[in-house]
DNA sequence: AAGTTTTTTACGGATTTTATACGGATTTAT
DNA sequence: ATAAATCCGTATAAAATCCGTAAAAAACTT
C-alpha cells in the first residue's frame, strides 16, 4: 500500500542502535543504521531517507559539525538524541538546523511519537499520491480527476466513489464497504446507489462506457479500478 | 524590514505569561496572549499568528480538546508548555498535531530555540509572494490583486477569501474551513456568507462572472483557484 | 453625514442525490 | 446445459440540496 518509510540512524553504541532499530522496524520503518558521522553523510546518499536520527558524542566529527554538513544539501527532518542537557548545546543545534532534540533517557514511545512529527512535516513535500493509468489521472490531494489532460467535473459523491477504489489501487472493493463508507451502516445493501454512481464515473471517464477500461466490475463481490 | 511575526500565546497563570511575553518582545515578536482554551481559539481567528504557544492546565476545557480544535481548520505549529512529564500524554498531544512539547521547567533560550524551529517549518509556505494565473495576479503580501495589469480594489474580507484561495493554490478548500478561517467558528455553516463574497470577487476579477475562470466553484464541498 | 463595507434576508434556478422500475447479463442450482 | 435466481446497467423522474443573485439594513470609515 502506501510507499516505505526509509529513516537513517546514525549512532555509535552498539547497544542504543539495537533498542532504537527494534522499535522503529516494529513500526514498519525501513532503517538504515551508520555508526560515524562520516558513515551516515555517505549512507544518506544513496538510502534517501526521510528522516535521520543523530546521536551526539560521535568518535569522528562531533554532532554538530554532521549537523551543518547535512544541512548544506538535505531539510530532511534531523532528531537529535543526547545525554548532554545542556542549554547552549540545545540551542546552537536546534539553530543548526536540528528539528527536535531529545534527553537520554527517554521512552521509545516518545520518539516514536516525534519521528510522526518529523515526518508529518514533510509529508506534503512528498510525492503528490496521483493515480495514473492509461488516460486516466486522479490526483487525491487536489480533488483532480482528468482523462487525456481535460479535467473532468464529477460530483462529491462520485469523487468520494472513485478514491475509495483508487486507494485500493486495483484490489477489489465489495460494495457493501463501499455503501457503509460512503452512504453510513445503514445502507449496506442500497446497492442501486452504487449502480447509479458508478454509471455516471464510466459515462465521465470511460471512452466507451459500456467496455468499462477503468473500472470493472466483478460480479457479486463488487468493483475495482486498473 | 521583513513582516511581522505573530504568536498567540495560551495561558491561565499569569506570571508565566508575562515572563514568556517579555522574552518573546525582546526578540521582535508580536503577541496576542489569551486565559483560557476558548478566548485562544477565538483570538487566533483574527490574529493569524504564525505559532501559537499552549499551556496545558487551562480551566476551561483540557488542553487536548483546545488543541483539536485548533487541528480543524489550521496547520499553524503548536508548542505545548506543560509541568506534566507523563510520556502518554506527551504521545497523545504530539500525535493530535502539536509540533513539540516542553516540559517545565525549561529555560526561554531552549522555548526561543523551539520557536525557531517551528517558524522555520512555515516559511517555505509562506514562500508564495505572489499567484500568476492568466489575466490574473494577486500578491499576498503587498495585498495587491490585478486583472490585466490594471489594479483591483479589494476590501478586506475580499481579500482574505480570495488569499485563503490562493494559498492552497488550486487544492479545493471547503466552505467550512474558508468560514471557519474568515469568520470563526460559529459561522461553520453560514454559507451565505461565501456566497456573497464569491460574487463580488468574481464581479471584480473574472471577465464574464457568469463563466468563472479562476474561482470555480465545486458543488457540495467549496471553492478552488485555477 | 456621506460613502463603504459587512451582515442579513429572501428567492429561484441549477445541480446533485435519492427513488423507482425494467430488461439484459451473470451466476447458481438442478 | 438450462432454468431460476440474482445481480448489474440503464432510463427517468421526484426530492433535496446547493449556489448565484438581488436588495436593503446595519455597522463601520472618513
Known amino acids: 500500500m502506501s510507499q516505505e518509510i526509509r529513516i537513517l540512524l546514525i549512532d555509535d553504541e552498539a547497544a542504543i542502535r ?13 532503517i538504515d543504521a551508520a555508526v560515524s558521522g562520516q558513515m551516515g553523510l555517505a549512507k544518506a546518499v544513496e ?20 549537523l551543518k554538513e547535512f544541512r548544506k544539501w538535505t531539510s530532511v527532518p534531523i532528531i537529535i538524541l543526547t545525554v548532554n542537557d545542556d542549554e547552549a548545546t540545545k540551542v ?14 527517554f521512552g521509545a ?16 513535500k512528498e510525492a503528490t499520491p496521483v493515480f495514473r493509468s492509461g488516460d486516466l489521472e486522479v490526483d487525491l490531494n487536489q480533488k483532480r480527476v482528468s482523462v487525456d489532460g481535460r479535467p473532468v467535473r464529477l460530483t462529491n459523491t462520485e469523487f468520494e466513489v472513485l478514491s475509495r477504489l483508487v486507494r485500493e489501487n486495483g484490489k477489489v472493493v465489495s460494495q457493501s464497504v463501499l ?19 458508478i454509471k455516471h464515473l464510466r459515462t ?5 462506457p459500456s467496455k468499462p477500461k477503468h473500472i470493472v466490475t ?3 463481490v463488487g468493483y475495482r479500478i486498473i
Open 18 to 30: 539495537d533498542i532504537i532499530k527494534i522499535n522503529l522496524k516494529s513500526q514498519g520503518y525501513k
Open 47 to 66: 538510502f534517501h531517507p526521510h528522516l535521520i536520527i543523530l546521536d551526539l558524542g560521535l568518535p569522528d566529527m562531533n554532532g554538530y559539525e554532521v
Open 92 to 105: 546552537r543545534l536546534l539553530d543548526a538546523g536540528a528539528d527536535d532534540y531529545l534527553t537520554k533517557p
Open 109 to 124: 514511545p516518545e520518539l516514536l511519537a516525534r519521528i510522526r512529527v518529523g515526518l508529518r512535516h514533510n509529508e506534503f
Open 179 to 197: 455503501l457503509k463508507q460512503i452512504w453510513g451502516h445503514h445502507a449496506e445493501d442500497q446497492s442501486h446507489y452504487l449502480r447509479i454512481y
Open 204 to 208: 465521465k471517464i470511460e471512452k466507451d
Open 218 to 220: 466483478e460480479s457479486g
